[in-house]
């Protein structure tokens, strides 16, 4: 069954899912809409159709059916005092970063904000019953449309009224009650405008009937009755049901005001400020009578240019006008909505980056400055946001705290846009063909290029309507982690020692061996998990090598055997191993505070490792650390161990620990249990955790930074030791550093040492040249260097292989023999390393016929390698050293044909 097939189901029963005791008291009417059949409650006796079809349609624009004016600050202030006033606990947002679910990045609706998931099941926890709150919501579907409808944000205020029926809360009856006289009594709207529309709605598993509810066409919000689980056609009675209302703060403060757009009464006085600088006047008619067609069409058309279009030539627009005022001011709605967006997520700790829900917030920032690019606004981001949170610090006065934090990440992450902007136009420059959805979103992908940035070179003259929900979609599963599936039906929970007092030898019967595997009663062994790893031992003469959890069991891994089901074993747990884990999981905690108060507010735990002799630690962070914030992220952390503060842990019911420690607690993760461990080392650090930890924090005695790393974009990892082993390496650091500053000693005098003998040589090549020229008769030695000097006419030959020239002597020499004898050809062979190499120089005369390139290949072809060069000089050489006699012999005869 889908949607519309339960919804006309439901609507055959209308006593049972849609009549409230209002609609009776009051005299509503139940319809059915002239155009599309769907059936509306109205105390109008002449509507004949539902407000989607109706003539009043976006009617209030110009002309608000309420007395007073209320913007979004006002419109919460009126809608607070009158739930509160209602017997209703008003309660503050829940981060826009849904850090407890790993279903979802962000916070799409203010529900989300009661629902836990555990196993696969949803279940519902309220701080208070019943209770409203002001649920910033993210949605990145319907991003084309922002700026341009009038009412689309992406981000908006939900205004999200629960309640679960029991002596505190109230069902339907109530709820639309309240609805009803918040419109009419608060807001002060007429009996006869409101109307209440027949739907159902459907997600995280649950389902029910609702009621939405419209002011001059306009939806304000939706009740939904949530009553049933599972799908649509095969459904049951939920345990609990739940009121479900969901109504757009926006949508409110626009219905009083009756702005053209949504926009101009929710961002404060920042839209004026920005009309102001770009010389636009907001009170111009054409603005009116081009956003009332607007909201029209959009009900006709689906494409968002073909909306656009009849909107134009139904307000009877000029390109001037368009030009000049609708484009720019579609620009400016743009750019405040998605500065809006981004205070809330960065302030709730998300950063711009490449992966996960990451990406929405880099192409919002890559938006706000093409578009600036593209209509040559000059606008001070870093104003509008100082702007936008004195507004928004009205109602969200946390904002204030990380004002500073959002800007310096804008600030970034702008930097990186305008530095890859070279590279996006060689890209773009090289595509030939108009782009289709597909290589849109692969050019986004792997080259970072915007359709907002293709746009502004003119490549498309629009972004595809599917491009933002298809590149969502991409980017919304989260990966599930895979386990071995055992069958271990109808064993108990296993009794953690651990958690008591943790004996490291200990007596437990065998509930079930099988494979490598047993089950035990009870075990102090720790089952790998929040990225620490699994204790090690014996379960009788058996090593254990691996420990897991299976839902409420913990299993072993055993190595050569197994026991005896039934039998009882004792059991050892290494406890060295388990020592320096500890104090490696410790450490994790304190060094995860330590980078956030050094780095700032954005910095969340990524993932961690706790190992016996290392650990790591993945933090969000924008850039790579520098060694000065690496120092001080390791002072401030020893200085916690130094302090010897007490690590306490308690267990606390999941609702309270979030009311009282707030979703930082959530750094390892979501804890899918109602009880929720929490470890704290007093208020510097408080997380939710399962792990073992020390006593109190001077146990860790010291930790030690060993490297760090920028591993993924927005992640960085942190390498670390910590007590004996961050003491070892320490001392072996130390070592290494005096091993290495001796060696770099030896080298600098060994450097100084051949300077002196280079400068030694120049003076003594002169002498050593006019010696060997000068003897003439036979072959000669003079340190080592043979010569063989023939009659006047005929090339003459000087060789050495002598082991105390390098490269230097035998340039040096080979250029003054030949300068001072052109008959003379001269070649030097020495080792390197592990090569053997030759040095020729053959005089203008003698080269005529001997050239030095020649000799050269023909010596490199002996020493087993190649060589080469021009007629006068040459070099070559190989691997051969045994055939260093033989390559002279052979220069020798080739130069004096002997
Ligand atoms: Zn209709
Ligand atoms: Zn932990």
Not at 688 to 717: F, L, M, N, S, Y
């Amino acid at each position: 069954m889908d949607k519309k097939e339960i919804l006309s189901k439901f609507s055959t029963d209308p006593e049972r899912y849609y009549n409230v005791k209002l609609f009776e008291n009051q005299g509503f009417e139940r319809k059915s809409c002239a155009t599309c059949k769907r059936f509306y409650w109205t105390m109008d006796e002449n509507r004949t159709n539902c407000p989607d079809h109706s003539d009043d349609t976006y009617s209030f624009i110009g002309n608000p059916p309420t007395k007073k004016r209320f913007d979004y600050t006002q419109a919460w202030k009126e809608v607070e005092s009158f739930f509160v006033k209602n017997g209703h606990t008003s309660v503050s947002r829940y981060p826009v970063v849904c850090r407890w679910r790993d279903d979802l990045y962000f916070t799409i609706a203010s529900i989300v904000d009661f629902q836990r998931v555990m196993g696969s099941k949803v279940v519902f926890e309220f701080p208070a019953n019943p209770l409203i709150v002001p649920q910033t919501c993210l949605r990145f579907k319907d991003l084309e449309n922002v700026g341009v409808t009038g009412r689309h944000f992406s981000s908006f205020c939900m205004i999200g009224q629960h309640s679960i029926p029991n002596s505190h809360g109230y069902w339907k009856d109530e709820c639309v009650d309240l609805d009803y006289r918040l419109i009419t009594e608060q807001f002060g709207v007429d009996k006869k405008e409101v109307v209440f529309v027949e739907d159902v709605w459907e997600g995280g598993g649950s389902f029910g009937s609702s009621l939405e509810f419209f002011v001059k066409g306009l939806e304000l919000g939706n009740a939904v009755f949530t009553e049933f689980q599972g799908d649509l056609s095969n459904y049951k009675t939920l345990e609990q049901q739940i009121i479900d209302m969901g109504a757009g703060l926006e949508r409110f403060a626009w219905l009083t005001m009756g702005t053209p757009t949504a926009y101009d009464c929710c961002f404060g006085p920042v839209t004026n400020n920005l009309l102001q600088q770009t010389g636009i006047d907001a009170n111009d008619e054409i603005i009116v009578q081009y956003f009332t067609e607007i909201a029209k069409y959009l009900e006709q058309f689906s494409g968002l240019s073909e909306v656009r279009k009849n909107a134009i030539k139904s307000a009877h627009l000029s390109d001037e006008q368009i030009n000049r005022i609708i484009t720019p001011l579609e620009g400016i709605y743009l750019i405040i909505d998605h500065i809006r967006t981004l205070i809330f997520a960065i302030s709730d700790g998300a950063l711009p980056s490449n992966v996960g829900g990451g990406y929405n917030l880099r192409i919002m920032l890559r938006r706000i400055i093409s578009t600036m690019d593209r209509l040559s606004l000059k606008f001070d981001v870093n104003e509008i946001v100082d702007v936008q949170i004195d507004y928004l610090k009205n109602t969200y006065p946390e904002l204030e705290k990380t004002r500073e934090d959002i800007k310096t990440i804008i600030g970034i992450e702008s930097g990186r846009y305008e530095n890859s902007k070279l590279r996006m136009e060689k890209i773009v420059s090289k595509l030939n063909q108009k782009p289709t959805v597909e290589d849109l979103i692969r050019l986004y992908e792997s080259d970072g290029v915007t359709p907002d940035y293709l746009k502004e070179m003119k490549v498309i003259s629009d972004i595809p309507s599917t491009f933002y929900s298809k590149l969502s979609e991409l980017h919304q599963s989260k990966k599930q982690k895979e386990q071995d599936q055992l069958s271990l039906e109808g064993l108990p929970e296993t009794e953690l020692l651990y958690y008591g007092d943790d004996p490291k030898e200990f007596d437990a019967k065998v509930l079930k061996s099988f494979d490598k595997y047993v089950i035990l009663d009870k075990t102090s062994f720790y089952a790998r998990g929040g990225g620490q790893e699994p204790d090690r031992g014996t379960v009788g003469k058996f090593e254990v090598i691996d420990v897991s959890k299976h839902g409420n069991v913990i299993v072993h891994e055993l190595k050569n055997g197994i026991p005896k089901e039934g039998s009882v074993v004792s059991c050892i747990v290494n406890s060295k191993r388990r020592n320096g884990i500890t104090k490696n999981h410790t450490s994790t905690h304190i060094l995860n505070s330590s980078t956030r108060s050094v780095l700032g507010s954005w910095v969340w735990q990524h993932s961690a490792f706790k190992e016996e002799d290392h650990a790591r630690l993945d933090i969000t962070h924008h850039s790579a650390l520098t060694d000065d914030e690496i120092t001080k992220i390791e002072k401030l952390a020893n200085s916690i161990v130094e302090k010897d503060i007490p690590v306490t842990i308690e267990n606390f019911d999941r609702g309270t620990a979030e009311q009282k420690y707030g979703f930082k607690i959530y750094q390892g993760g979501i804890v899918p249990v109602k009880s929720v461990r929490i470890v704290s080392i007093k208020d510097f650090d408080i997380e939710a955790c399962g792990g073992t930890h020390v006593k109190k924090t001077g146990e860790i005695e010291i930790i030690k930074i060993t490297r760090t790393k920028r591993i993924q974009d927005g992640v960085v990892r942190l390498e670390f030791v910590s007590g004996e082993t961050a003491l070892d390496y320490i001392k072996q650091h130390d070592a290494d550093l005096i091993k290495k500053s001796a060696e770099l000693k030896e080298k600098m005098e060994l450097k100084e040492k051949r300077h002196g003998q280079k400068q030694d040589m120049k003076e003594k090549f002169p002498i050593l040249v006019e010696a060997i020229i000068q003897n003439k008769i036979g072959t000669n030695n003079v340190n080592e260097i043979i010569v063989d000097i023939t009659e006047s006419g005929k090339p003459n030959f000087c060789s050495t292989t002598s082991e105390q020239y390098d490269e230097f002597f035998h340039i040096g020499l080979g250029e003054k023999l030949i300068e001072k004898d052109p008959w003379m050809v001269y070649c030097g062979v020495f080792e390197d390393g592990d090569k053997i190499r030759a040095i020729i120089y053959s005089g203008d005369h003698a080269a005529k016929d001997k050239k030095a390139g020649d000799i050269a290949k023909t010596v490199s072809q002996i020493l087993g390698g190649a060589g080469g060069g021009n007629q006068r000089f040459a070099q070559g050489g190989g691997k051969d050293k045994s055939k260093k006699n033989d390559a002279i012999e052979k220069v020798k005869s080739m130069v004096l044909g002997v």
